[in-house]
């Protein structure tokens, strides 16, 4: 069965940094593109950025560019997501998600259970 | 990027109605169109992909079609535990961009 457990959101300051983990199992991790997908409370799903396999593909979203860093670990199965510069806009639940199927770009197959970021003084 | 736009934004119909949801993207994607049930608290979980394509252990209540840009998830029998946030995403390319969500509650 595959299972993913994300761990390390918080209460951060405006400008502080985080960052995110997600353990999987049940499956072959090098074998599947990563997500991140998150949703502002009382808001939409929105895409934030994935990483391929292998890590030769990485994509991030407008909103997060330049702020996040998504990386795995093969070995240990695990992803994860470095926030940095956090604003009060990135406040959210943070889903771990695997893609459906072998494509790099693909629907989100399988969910965390998400772990909650808040940005706030 | 590309755009997806979906209506309603909510709906409230009767159990057993027919339920049609629309998302429309702003250039053409092929089939690479996915939509997903998210239940008040839950977390999202995926209906249908490649258009109309259904996900493993999903009721054939559900069904997803496609014309052009315009893509369409149909609940033919609405039931109580339907009562959820739909959502399309796109995947032909990056980013993979949700559309703003379909709110269905019973009337």
């Known amino acids: 069965e595959v299972q993913l457990v994300e761990s390390g959101g918080g209460l951060v300051k405006p400008g502080g940094s985080l960052r995110l983990s997600c353990a999987a199992s049940?499956?072959?991790?090098?074998?599947?593109?990563m997500n991140w997908v998150r949703q502002a409370p009382g808001k939409g799903l929105e895409w934030v950025s994935h990483?391929?396999?292998?890590?030769?593909?990485?994509y991030y979203a407008d909103s997060v560019k330049g702020r996040f860093t998504i990386s795995r670990d093969n070995a240990k199965n695990s992803l994860y997501l470095q926030m940095n510069s956090l604003r009060a806009e990135d406040t959210a639940v943070y889903y771990c998600?695997?893609?459906?199927?072998?494509?790099?770009?693909?629907?989100?197959?399988?969910w965390g259970q998400g772990t909650l970021v808040t940005v706030s003084s | 990027d590309i755009q997806m736009t979906q209506s309603p934004s909510s709906l409230s119909a009767s159990v057993g109605d027919s339920v049609t949801i629309t998302c429309r993207a702003s250039?053409?994607?092929?089939?690479?169109l996915a939509w997903y049930q998210q239940k008040p608290g839950k977390v999202p979980k995926l209906l249908i992909f490649?258009?109309?394509t259904l996900q493993s252990g999903v009721s054939s209540r559900f069904s997803g079609s496609a014309s052009g840009t315009d893509f369409t998830l149909t609940i033919s029998s609405l039931q109580p535990e339907d009562v959820a946030t739909y959502y399309c995403?796109?995947?032909?390319?990056?980013?993979?961009?949700f559309g703003g969500g379909t709110k269905v509650e019973i009337k």
């Open positions: 998600t695997r893609a459906l199927g072998t494509l790099v770009v693909a629907p989100q197959g399988n």
């Open positions: 049940g499956f072959t991790f090098s074998g599947y593109t």
């Open positions: 990483i391929s396999g292998d890590s030769r593909y990485i």
């Open positions: 250039q053409v994607i092929s089939n690479y």
């Open positions: 490649a258009a109309s």
């Open positions: 995403q796109k995947y032909n390319s990056a980013p993979p961009t």
